[in-house]
């Protein structure tokens, strides 16, 4: 069985965002005769340094310096791949920053295929304000890192609109390699009203009225206070409807304010009538979409996020913003997906429109699981071994 090793910062107890979906790949690489190796940070003691699962192996190393936490990491999960006798086919990374510079001769030099797999948006961190020195801070920072992207094997993109925020390094045109992500669309798929129905009996939510549906992480990047804002407004005319809210917190993620506020926010959702159920993350995620009605998701910047293929695979209607890193990949507005500008009332009036008229969501709901066909666990695992092997 050959090789793939992957260095993610965080692995144990993530319960999304890109290590998760390699996790899900990890059977089907398999099957083409790929076992992966994740390299990931030893944060719980209580683990074993090495753990073998079902589809995938799981090396921990320690990393406990105060500062760079985060880069010293990745530079010695490099350095322990460097120092391997047996190679692996490709090592693929998350992150990649010019302090991987010093590591770059002796990666060349050994042969690995290096792969960073982009999954944000970050053109705005080379763009500049203020005096000349910021300037010529910003264009060293451009020069190295063009330096340290010409230098590794490829680059991955999720969209067209991340790939196309690699433009400012006037890199190849062959460096940068646009692999869509996956769906399990055997776990996520339209099912019929009578399913609905005994699915919500199964999950405790309520069978009147309809279901809007958000999954992500409780955080401030991922808009929650705009949804409860917008859904205040838009409980008033529609009282019988319900928003249900899955995912885990993450306080360290935000400012003490919003902290602050959301406490506010879930002692007020506990104490009043605002007909918000909370749930945390759970594995039988696709029982949440397959029970709902509609799926909105106000994000401030993601690459490509999993909760929207997946919505899309459930035949779920879709409202989101237009966040740091949307890209057409995901559709057009007005036909496979509504795009809505971060205002309460347009987000709230959003919602009445798409559930109230029928055609139009009759439209999406079909156009959504359309878009979605050819974004497959297969295809994707497909495009990253043949980038392998070219």
């Not at 909105?296 to 779920?316: D, I, R, T, Y």
């Not at 987000?347 to 979605?372: C, F």
Request: aromatic share 12%; glycine share 4%.
């Amino acid at each position: 069985m050959k090789k793939i090793f992957l260095i993610s910062y965080n692995l144990d107890g993530v319960t999304a965002g890109p290590s998760v979906r390699f996790q899900r790949y990890a059977p089907l690489f398999m099957e083409q005769g790929y076992r992966l190796t994740f390299i990931t940070k030893w944060h719980d003691p209580a683990l074993p340094p090495k753990e073998s699962k079902e589809h995938y192996e799981v090396r921990r190393i320690r990393s406990n310096s105060k500062y760079l936490k985060h880069t010293l990491f990745i530079f010695k999960a490099l350095c322990s791949v460097c120092f391997m006798r047996q190679l692996p086919e490709a090592l693929l990374t998350f992150s990649c920053n010019t302090f991987q510079l010093w590591i770059m001769p002796l990666i060349k030099l050994r042969g690995i295929k290096l792969i960073f797999i982009s999954t944000m948006d970050f053109s705005t961190r080379f763009t500049w304000e203020g005096n000349t020195f910021n300037k010529v801070k910003v264009n060293i920072n451009k020069i190295l890192y063009r330096f340290l992207y010409l230098n590794v094997y490829a680059i991955v993109a999720s969209t067209a609109k991340l790939a196309e925020s690699f433009g400012v390094f006037h890199l190849p045109e062959d460096k940068i390699k646009i692999i869509h992500n996956g769906v399990n669309t055997d776990n996520f798929y339209p099912v019929l009203p009578e399913q609905k129905r005994e699915l919500r009996r199964t999950l405790q939510l309520p069978q009147d009225g309809k279901i809007i549906l958000y999954v992500g992480l409780k955080t401030e990047r991922k808009g929650i206070l705009d949804l409860y804002e917008a859904w205040k407004l838009y409980s008033k005319s529609s009282p019988a409807d319900v928003l249900v809210l899955v995912g885990n917190e993450k306080p360290d993620a935000n400012t003490s304010e919003f902290n602050h506020t959301w406490e506010k926010t879930k002692k007020d959702i506990k104490e009043k009538s605002l007909k918000i159920i909370l749930r945390d993350n759970t594995p039988d995620i696709a029982q949440y979409f397959q029970c709902a009605d509609l799926f909105v998701f106000l994000s401030h910047k993601e690459g490509m996020p999993n909760v929207l293929l997946e919505a899309m695979a459930s035949g779920l209607p879709i409202i989101t913003t237009d966040f740091q890193g949307f890209s057409d990949d995901y559709g057009i507005h007005g036909k496979d997906i509504i795009v809505v500008e971060r205002d309460t009332n347009a987000i709230s009036n959003q919602i009445k429109q798409v559930l109230n008229k029928e055609p139009l969501y009759q439209l999406l709901s079909h156009n959504a699981v359309q878009k979605i066909k050819n974004n497959t666990f297969r295809n994707s695992v497909r495009a990253y071994i043949q980038l392998i092997k070219s």
